[in-house]
């Protein structure tokens, strides 16, 4: 099994390059885990206790869960990955049954900031966009798709968001195989990562 894990601060497109790696990749070949489905459960607290969680810190995620999961999923088990609601702030009852596959993409901001999960990774990738880029794409995302307004946002990014990417996420860039600069649409950079990955599906 090849594993790819793909960092970078909020809003800097990991999704995005994931979907678009995907995309024209053989059906069934390639499997995704995300960081955010591993947010720590959170049912003991009430809705107003959770959105004062800070969501950019590692103790926000439940890393040994992940850990567990991805060395089952390289020792050929399936496991049921848990689905995270943004709106809720919280995990919800469901799971989603992910197979192996031979090649897995883990993504997410702070993936590259424990040394027991990081050396999991064949290959690191951490996608750089600018902060205020980063802003702008995160201010009409989660309005438009996260149940959140302006105000929220804005208030998130100045007590939590900043100064929990300059400690944790930024610095992970030294541990990056590759760097994709992705201000604009880095469709090089997709091109490239696919082509590993064909490589290895070949
Ligand atoms: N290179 C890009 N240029 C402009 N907008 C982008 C780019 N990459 C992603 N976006 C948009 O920015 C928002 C955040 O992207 P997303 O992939 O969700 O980032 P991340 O997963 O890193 O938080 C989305 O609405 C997406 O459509
Ligand atoms: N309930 C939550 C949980 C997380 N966030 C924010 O999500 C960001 C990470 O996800 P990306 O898709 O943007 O990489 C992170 O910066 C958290 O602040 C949230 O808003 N609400």
Redesign the pocket.
Same mark, same amino acid.
């Given at each position: 099994m090849l594993i790819i894990g793909i960092a *970078? *601060?909020? *809003?800097?497109g990991?999704?995005t390059v994931v979907e678009q790696i995907m995309n024209e990749l053989p059906d069934g070949e390639v499997g995704i885990i /995300?960081?955010?489905s591993y947010?720590k459960d959170t049912s003991n607290l009430s809705y107003d206790e959770?959105v004062q =969680?800070n969501?950019?810190h590692p103790r /926000?995620i439940d890393f040994k869960l992940l850990r567990t999961h991805l060395t089952a999923l390289k020792n050929g088990e399936s496991i049921e990955q848990p689905v995270? /609601?943004?709106v809720? %702030?919280?995990r919800t009852k469901e799971t989603v049954l992910t197979t192996p596959k031979r090649v897995m993409i883990v993504? *997410? =901001?702070l993936i590259l900031s424990k040394p027991k999960i990081r050396d999991m990774f064949d290959i690191k990738i951490f996608v750089h966009a600018d902060s205020d880029e980063r802003l702008i794409r $995160?201010v009409r $995302?989660?309005i438009a798709e $996260?149940g959140?307004d302006i105000n929220e946002?804005l208030t $998130?990014y100045q007590t939590?968001?900043k100064p929990? %990417?300059q400690q944790f996420i930024e610095p992970m860039k030294e541990y990056a195989d590759l760097i994709i600069p992705n201000n604009k649409y880095n469709t090089v950079a997709v091109d490239i990562v696919r082509t590993i990955i064909n490589d290895r599906l070949s």
């Open positions: *970078g *601060g909020t *809003g800097c990991k999704t /995300s960081q955010d947010y959770r =969680i969501f950019d /926000s995270y /609601s943004f809720e %702030h919280n993504e *997410g =901001i $995160r $995302r989660d $996260r959140r946002v $998130r939590t968001l929990m %990417h």
